[in-house]
């Protein structure tokens, strides 16, 4: 159709003189019809072939446009479906992001728990309070006579200076 608006713009050129011939050829009474009646001067216009070709061509457009958008409509149900696929698509992927999301706040919530100083102060006292259990079940072996006192006094000692760390290490905490 481009090809057809540019051949017609060529030949509008030369056709002009033309058609300014054709009105030098009516009439005053004529050409004042023309002027004063509407309908005669469609009639004229639309029998100059130029302006034929031009209705030629936008009825040819216009067909094509209703011919483009009937094409269209015919795609909206599948448009429409695949819209439909996206957001299954997109709520899926977003309700297993979201769970993601949940599993790693709730174990950040988790070492946080278990790294803080108040978590970190009772291991410390409990770890402490293991280590002179372990001195006191020591005593024991030794009034029983399970254990020689040479290999109680290495351990022993060893339970109460790691006893007096852990406790000494808790003091300093709670104190700064």
Known sequence: MDQRLGSYFRVSMSSSAMNESRLHEKSVEELRKLLSDKDAYESYL??????????????????????????????????????NQCMIIRTTELATAQ?????????????????????????LQEAANAADDESESLHHKLLSGELE??????????????????????LAALAG
């Open 46 to 83: 639309h029998s100059i072939e130029e302006v034929k070709q031009l209705d030629t061509l936008r009825n040819d457009l216009r067909k094509s446009n209703v011919n483009l958008a009937r094409h269209n409509l015919g795609k909206e149900s599948e448009m429409a479906e695949l819209r």
């Open 99 to 123: 769970e993601k999301f949940s599993d790693a706040q709730r174990r950040e919530k988790e070492i946080l728990a278990r790294s803080s100083p108040a978590s970190i102060l009772n291991k």
């Open 149 to 170: 006192f040479p290999e109680f006094l290495q351990k022993y000692r060893q339970q109460r200076v790691l006893y007096h760390r852990r406790t000494l290490l808790r």
